[in-house]
């Protein structure tokens, strides 16, 4: 009698990369020329925006620096000293002149070293610095409520959330401000700073980091609600498929929502008066039929089924349904927002549904959202592959290569 076994030796080979945080800007000033900074040219990349005149400036100066030789220093003679002019109101920024692009990262976090002393006056903070963004290089927003001041030796910054701004295209800057009574010095010296982010496959479409904000998609105000929003291929930036979306909750709270999330492709640029719901759902997939609570403030990741976008322009179709009159506005969460002229619409209805063959309104006040694709992604520290474990040490996308070998052996016995 003859068997044969047939005995497969798999050999799996594999590289993987746990994609960390990449750096996205940097800058010690060491090869920066030293001089004031100006509202018109830059000086080595760095320009200053003037709120407020005073004889105090930012400038690049070898006078008191951290780090090498040379740091950012506020001075009120042109960088010969770290000094400032206490009595002489001041509101001025200094910040590096190119954008920054982060428009596929995320987890955001910046590092920097730093002195100030200043003042602080029965905990207000008269004379200090501050971390800043704009998106244009003329508005300002403070990044949190966090102020520097009242150290006159150096401190260490060390990954400061900066995720407000994942997603985007942005300046980053260092505001100074002193008022008219005392103060000490020194003023603000920066040095060191580093931007890092961890690299994803979408982007944001519209700026969470503006202050609009609105009920919608997921409103809970009313009782019953829907929302259409087209975001066209254009703005999208890639085909393939979508695995999650992310909206940017700016109000979180504890109310949980029904929702329903539909997705199609179409060749409309732009939604139309005379969509009603039953029109504007043809030909649409649920990929979500749940109840979600936002109750985190940030970019909130919704897992839904895999949709194949290939081509045209995207619908996103969303139910809200809360029920009854709605819950109270303080209980509604608030989600980002921003203009885009005809391609939002809206249905909204207190205890019962909303005329499905009724009109949409249009309100343009479009949510801001984020497409993710079907990369893998792993948190955590172990990857349980069959037998197969990978170890690692840090969040990030798993990419394998994977290469199958098979060896067979026969094996005769009589």
């Not at 970019?299 to 179709?317: E, G, P, R, V």
């Not at 303080?330 to 980002?336: A, G, I, K, R, T």
Request: proline share 2%; charged share 15%; aromatic share 14%.
């Amino acid at each position: 009698m003859v068997k044969q076994a047939l005995l497969f030796i798999v050999l799996i080979f594999f590289s993987f990369k746990g994609i960390s945080q990449t750096t996205l800007f940097t800058e010690t000033f060491e090869s920066a020329s030293t001089g004031t900074l100006t509202t018109g040219g830059t000086l080595s990349g760095w320009k200053m925006y003037q709120t407020t005149a005073s004889v105090n400036e930012w400038t690049i100066s070898t006078a008191s620096f951290i780090t090498g030789s040379k740091s950012l220093v506020v001075s009120n003679n042109g960088g010969t000293n770290a000094q400032y002019t206490v009595n002489d109101d001041c509101d001025k920024i200094a910040f590096y002149a190119t954008l920054i692009d982060a428009s596929t990262f995320n987890s955001l976090t910046l590092d920097f070293k730093w002195k100030c002393n200043g003042q602080i006056n029965g905990g207000n903070y008269n004379d200090y610095g501050a971390i800043v963004y704009s998106l244009d290089g003329t508005t300002w927003y403070e990044l949190s409520s966090s102020y520097y001041q009242g150290q006159t030796t150096t401190q260490t910054v060390s990954n400061l959330d900066f995720s407000l701004l994942d997603y985007q295209q942005f300046y980053i800057g260092f505001k100074w401000i002193n008022n008219t009574s005392t103060g000490n010095n020194p003023g603000m010296i920066v040095d060191d700073i580093t931007l890092k982010g961890v690299k994803e496959g979408g982007k944001s479409i519209g700026s969470p980091s503006s202050t609009n904000q609105q009920y919608q998609p997921f409103n809970a105000w009313w009782g019953y609600t829907r929302s259409q929003s087209i975001y066209t291929s254009a703005e999208i930036g890639k085909f393939g498929t979508i695995t999650k979306v992310k909206y940017y909750v700016k109000k979180a709270t504890a109310t949980a929502i029904p929702i329903k999330i539909y997705l199609k492709t179409t060749t409309s640029n732009t939604t139309t008066t005379t969509d009603s719901w039953t029109t504007s759902i043809v030909g649409a997939t649920t990929v979500l039929n749940t109840s979600l609570t936002f109750n985190t403030a940030g970019w909130y990741t919704i897992d839904i089924t895999d949709f194949s976008y290939t081509s045209d322009n995207l619908m996103i179709l969303i139910e809200s349904n809360y029920t009854g009159a709605g819950t109270s506005a303080s209980n509604s969460p608030e989600f980002s927002y921003t203009s885009a002229t005809n391609l939002h619409s809206i249905w909204e209805q207190d205890n019962t549904l909303p005329d499905a063959n009724a009109p949409s309104i249009r309100d343009g006040l479009r949510p801001n959202v984020i497409f993710l694709y079907d990369e893998f992604y792993w948190e955590g520290d172990v990857i349980q592959l069959g037998r197969l474990q990978v170890i690692g040490h840090q969040i990030g996308y798993l990419h394998l290569q994977v290469k199958l070998q098979f060896r067979v052996e026969q094996h005769i016995h009589q």
